[in-house]
């Protein structure tokens, strides 16, 4: 798909999982019910990213429950990143196409390093190895992650590791958000038990060498030695035969023997001296472990890391700071308007007058033209007299003429400048329109008005296929002239006809908040084929904004001024 269709492609998802997707401001983010993308740059990056994103937290709107709450950063990292690999799981069984939108938005996040982990960061490389060992159940290539981290996650966990290989092997059957955080709580009890063991097991090997550093000096730890023995017993003897017992040389003043001060001097090395931060597991009497990176991982923030949400934020955040002033694609939400019935009895008069031109117009167009030429098949029985004048234009060519197949978008501008007269001009302008085109076989039209309020929403009036009905079409007039935006939406649902010929006419006094944007998004109209029209009320500058333009100050002028800008783009 052409990258020039993002406002499409995001309309369409949005639709597809009956959720509103709107692309407008610098931020992206979503409350559940409407999916708001950053105004992004015409380039395909840009489509992967804002269509893994609406993929993505589409899923989460549909198959996350947001009242679990993780009491811990790191307990909320484990559950995101189980979540994710659920609830993508879940969309990709419920639309094959998007497992393959979010195979590629992986791997192109992959690319970009996001799941890349620090080594000598043990939270973030436990986070890392799990998302690679549950992306490997989407059928995802992380095998290259996995790989990376799974030699420092064992030397981490040392026995446990083998624990927490069996302990992942059931996330392919999560079911629900509560699974995903029960299974993220084994895995820190079993991180904190493994903790305590590997202490206990430190502890245990510190008063083993202890004891063997005492041995080697011929010392034992309660400070008596293999020479006090002997001494003792020869000082029994003697005592027994009366004899005094004599003084030793390698004896301390206070009785304590240097066998004793060695016995202390290695307690205190070993103490100063603690094992190394990644001991190798099994080999040589050292540790089986690491319990001080265990600990990190417990008590340590990863800061989102490998949670694809907040990963996607920043990526989007970036791609539309490369903008600039060169402005992005937008596109408003839709929004419902309060509306109330116009005056018919007068516009009845135009509508007529109108519709009665345009059908004249369109069935003269419609004919095939008859004409008799010098060669052909077939004989026109209407003009074998010519024969006595020597004219042999005898035969028979019938001109094939286009039948009408059309599809129109009237766009009525209700800002705050359109107040009063003008807006009232509009309103029936909009309808006398939409009735005429309803009459005109293979025209298709409908309606719609911006702003909504005061934000940038569209709300539309009469859909393709719907009939015109008066009591839609009455409004007030209020807010500003988010023109662009306005354009943008009209222009994707004209992309989703399958006219051949698409109309986009707009109704305004031409003054849009923004008007170099304005020109951007009637530009990129004329490239998905879509020919903007403007029709100025009781304004002349809305002739500097649209190729085919025209002006009117009253309804009474409608009927010339519409004629004589539909008259080409409907019989051509």
């Known amino acids: 798909?052409?990258?020039?269709?993002?406002?499409?492609?995001?309309?369409?998802?949005?639709?597809?999982?009956?959720?509103?997707?709107?692309?407008?401001?610098?931020?992206?983010?979503?409350?559940?019910?409407?999916?708001?993308?950053?105004?992004?740059?015409?380039?395909k990056e840009a489509a992967l990213l804002a269509r893994g994103y609406i993929d993505h937290?589409?899923?989460?709107?549909?198959?996350?429950?947001?009242?679990?709450?993780?009491?811990?950063?790191?307990l909320k990292c484990l559950t995101n990143i189980l979540e994710d690999i659920r609830i993508e799981k879940m969309m990709g069984a419920k639309y094959p196409g998007c497992r393959s939108n979010l195979k590629d938005l992986a791997e192109h996040l992959k690319q970009q390093g996001s799941f890349t982990p620090s080594l000598q960061d043990p939270p973030q490389t436990l986070l890392a190895w799990l998302c690679a060992r549950g992306r490997l159940t989407l059928n995802q290539d992380f095998s290259d992650i996995l790989a990376m981290t799974s030699s420092t996650v064992n030397a981490f966990l040392g026995t446990g590791?083998?624990?927490?290989?069996?302990?992942?092997?059931?996330?392919?059957?999560?079911?629900?958000?509560?699974?995903?955080?029960?299974?993220?709580?084994?895995?820190?009890?079993?991180?904190?038990?493994?903790?305590?063991?590997?202490?206990?097991?430190?502890?245990?090997?510190?008063?083993?060498?202890?004891?063997?550093?005492?041995?080697?000096?011929?010392?034992?730890?309660?400070?008596?030695?293999?020479?006090?023995?002997?001494d003792n017993?020869?000082?029994?003897?003697?005592?027994?035969?009366?004899?005094?017992?004599?003084?030793?040389?390698?004896?301390?003043?206070?009785?304590?023997?240097?066998?004793?001060?060695?016995?202390?001097?290695?307690?205190?090395?070993?103490?100063?001296?603690p094992s190394p931060s990644v001991p190798e597991s099994g080999s040589g009497g050292q540790l089986d472990g690491n319990p001080e990176a265990l600990q990190e991982m417990l008590d340590c923030d990863p800061g989102g890391f490998g949670d694809v949400g907040e990963i996607l934020k920043h990526e989007l955040i970036t791609e539309g700071e490369t903008v600039g002033n060169r402005g992005g694609v937008l596109l408003p939400p839709e929004a419902s308007l309060r509306t109330f019935p116009i005056d018919i009895h007068e516009t009845r008069r135009h509508t007529a007058l109108l519709r009665a031109r345009l059908s004249g117009l369109i069935q003269a167009s419609r004919l095939r033209r008859r004409h008799a030429r010098r060669t052909g098949s077939k004989i026109d029985n209407r003009v074998v007299h010519r024969l006595a004048l020597n004219d042999t234009r005898l035969f028979l060519h019938q001109e094939e003429k286009t039948e009408v197949n059309t599809a129109i978008m009237i766009l009525v501008d209700r800002s705050g400048s359109m107040q009063h007269q003008k807006i009232e001009v509009a309103s029936k302008t909009a309808y006398v329109v939409a009735e005429a085109l309803d009459s005109i076989p293979?025209?298709?039209?409908?309606?719609?008005?911006?702003?909504?309020?005061?934000?940038?929403?569209?709300?539309?009036?009469?859909?393709?296929?719907?009939?015109?009905?008066?009591?839609?079409?009455?409004?007030?007039?209020?807010?500003?002239?988010?023109?662009?935006?306005?354009?943008?939406?009209?222009?994707?649902?004209?992309?989703?006809?399958?006219?051949?010929?698409?109309?986009?006419?707009?109704?305004?006094?031409?003054?849009?908040?923004?008007?170099?944007?304005?020109?951007?998004?009637?530009?990129?109209?004329?490239?998905?084929?879509?020919?903007?029209?403007?029709?100025?009320?009781?304004?002349?500058?809305?002739?500097?904004?649209?190729?085919?333009?025209?002006?009117?100050?009253?309804?009474?002028?409608?009927?010339?001024?519409?004629?004589?800008?539909?008259?080409?783009?409907?019989?051509?």
């Open 57 to 74: 937290e589409s899923a989460h709107i549909r198959f996350t429950d947001f009242s679990v709450k993780s009491s811990t950063s790191m």
């Open 233 to 273: 017993q020869t000082s029994g003897t003697d005592q027994q035969s009366g004899k005094p017992k004599q003084d030793t040389d390698d004896s301390s003043p206070d009785g304590d023997s240097t066998g004793t001060a060695a016995c202390k001097d290695s307690q205190s090395q070993a103490t100063a001296n």
């Open 442 to 572: 293979g025209c298709f039209a409908a309606v719609a008005a911006f702003p909504v309020g005061n934000s940038d929403g569209v709300a539309p009036l009469v859909r393709f296929g719907e009939r015109p009905c008066s009591s839609k079409f009455g409004m007030s007039a209020g807010g500003g002239t988010p023109l662009a935006q306005a354009l943008y939406w009209s222009g994707v649902e004209l992309l989703k006809r399958e006219e051949p010929r698409k109309i986009l006419l707009t109704v305004t006094d031409g003054e849009p908040d923004d008007r170099r944007t304005s020109k951007r998004a009637i530009k990129w109209l004329l490239e998905q084929g879509i020919e903007p029209m403007g029709l100025g009320i009781c304004e002349e500058s809305v002739r500097t904004l649209f190729p085919t333009n025209g002006v009117v100050y009253s309804v009474e002028e409608l009927p010339p001024a519409l004629f004589g800008m539909l008259q080409d783009k409907l019989t051509r």
């Open 1 to 43: 798909m052409k990258h020039t269709t993002l406002p499409l492609v995001a309309k369409a998802l949005g639709e597809k999982y009956d959720i509103q997707v709107q692309i407008s401001g610098d931020q992206a983010y979503t409350n559940g019910r409407i999916i708001n993308l950053p105004s992004l740059p015409d380039s």
């Open 161 to 230: 590791y083998k624990k927490l290989l069996d302990l992942t092997e059931r996330i392919p059957n999560l079911v629900s958000t509560r699974d995903s955080q029960s299974m993220a709580e084994e895995i820190l009890r079993l991180i904190r038990d493994e903790k305590q063991q590997q202490e206990q097991e430190r502890k245990r090997q510190q008063d083993q060498k202890t004891k063997a550093t005492c041995s080697s000096d011929g010392s034992k730890p309660d400070g008596s030695s293999n020479d006090q023995e002997e």
